[in-house]
């Protein structure tokens, strides 16, 4: 059995990494490229044995880690962050053969982010707590504390931007970390720990257990050593991911899907809401924020649609490795049946396609094409379900009341993007929306300090700045009072009378 790939003229490791050193299984699952369907590497699978040895080794490990200073741990941090930098390529090229996102993002956008995600939270640690405060003469500290072990398990549409979001905060506030990555683009973990390793990380720290959600997954959310489950993923997972956590009592962040609107009023900017509309193709779809639920003012519904259906029809699809493609593939045959059932039942049930409605022909495999939806059924899954592929329905409205009520017709609650010309209205449309992100006249503007997730069925809690470090922490308030204490000032515990 293999325990090495060269995947992009990188060399990867198929087995976990559990305890500072490389482990292997006797199983393996294959992993695909969605690019063109080739197998990219037989990679390790684990179980329930994987799990409880990476759980033991993180809860090992965890002592040392939770009691090293503060500035010796933001450093290995640092020194991560420029781990990530020096492979950047590799890390980029790697990412793009296993999960089909764009080459160019990887390197301008996503792998820079990664980093970031490790510097950021490490000098945050630097700033956690506030002066002690008093209460009737006595002393309160309000200190954040390690929580302990840290399982994480993540998705395939950005799978190392999404893990390091959770690793970075986890890590900074002193927890070991158990990371499950996402069997449909497992190699970027692999990678990661050997930069984690090289840069300093002492064994334990964080493990890597390959695996599928069923095999690997269960056990790591059932564990009873876990303090913390940071869970990126599916609704319907969540749900069953729940039950296990919950028999543990083990505090939850999870961060789920959603059916965004972006809404747009007549007098908006017309080119930026446009633009706003066809950048949700990004990723082909695949992205959990994404804007795919358009709400049109009627009186400009007719021309916006027509330049929405124009600009679509520009988007160069093609291999996500090529500079010029603007939108390459899906990532599994199964991930693209899917797609294309919800597309297929719209058009059946009445919905009209302007543009794509179907697999791109021409390029074959995994590649659909560009969808925009007009006409669709009211209440329809198409109008409520998730798709996460690159399909955009668009609506109209009349009446702002109108256009609050229908953005908020949803059991999500992620992210809203409204686009208006107005401040007043952008005040009183914004908070009227129900979501954990709202961009005025922008999209995808975010800001690792600031808090993130989702209302509704899009999520449990808010990461990102405080926010992680409150759920990735033991905030612990200690009380001093102002008497009982000993007046000779030895520290040594002697009493010399
Ligand atoms: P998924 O729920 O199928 O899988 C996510 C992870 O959970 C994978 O690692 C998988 O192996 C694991 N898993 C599956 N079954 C499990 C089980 N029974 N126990 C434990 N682990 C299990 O989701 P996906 O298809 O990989 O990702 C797409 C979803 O992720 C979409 O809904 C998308 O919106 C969401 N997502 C959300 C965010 C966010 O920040 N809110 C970001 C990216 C993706």
Known sequence: MSTQATVAGVQVDLRHWIGGERVASAETFEDVSPIDETVLAHVHSGGPGEIDRAVTAARSAFAAWASMPIGERAAILHRVADGIDARAEDLAQVETADNGALLRSHRRGVMPRVAMNFRHFADHLQTLGRPDGSIRGHRQRVTYDPAGVVAIITPWNAPLMLATWRIGPALAAGNTVVLKPPEWAPLTASLFADIAHEAGLPAGVLNVVQGTGVEAGAPLTAHPDINRLA??????????????????????????????????????????????????????????????????????????????????????????????????????????????????????????????????????????????????????EILTEEVFGPVLTIQTFRTEEQAISMANDTRFGLAATLVTGDPVRAERVSSALVAGTVWVNCFFVRDLGAPFGGSGRSGIGREGGDWSFEFYSDIKNTVFSPEGWRTDTSTTGEHHG
Do not use: W
Request: glycine share 10%; net charge negative.
């Open 231 to 380: 869970f990126t993923g599916s609704v319907p997972t969540a749900g069953v991911i729940s039950r296990a956590a919950a028999a543990n009592i083990v505090p939850l962040s999870y961060e789920l899907g959603g059916k965004s609107p972006l809404v747009v009023f007549a007098d908006a900017d017309f080119d930026l809401a446009v633009g706003l509309a066809v950048e949700q193709f990004d990723n082909s779809g695949q992205v959990c924020l994404g804007a795919f639920r358009i709400l049109v003012e009627e009186t400009i519904a007719y021309s916006f649609v027509e330049e929405v259906t124009r600009r679509t029809r520009d988007i160069v699809q093609g291999d996500p490795r090529d500079e010029k493609t603007d939108m390459s593939c899906l990532i599994t045959r199964s991930h693209f049946e899917k797609v294309d059932g919800f597309v297929s039942r719209a058009l059946e049930a009445g919905a009209k396609a302007l543009v794509g409605g179907g697999p791109n022909a021409e390029l074959g495999g995994l590649y659909y094409q560009p969808t925009v939806l007009v006409d669709a059924e009211p209440g329809s």
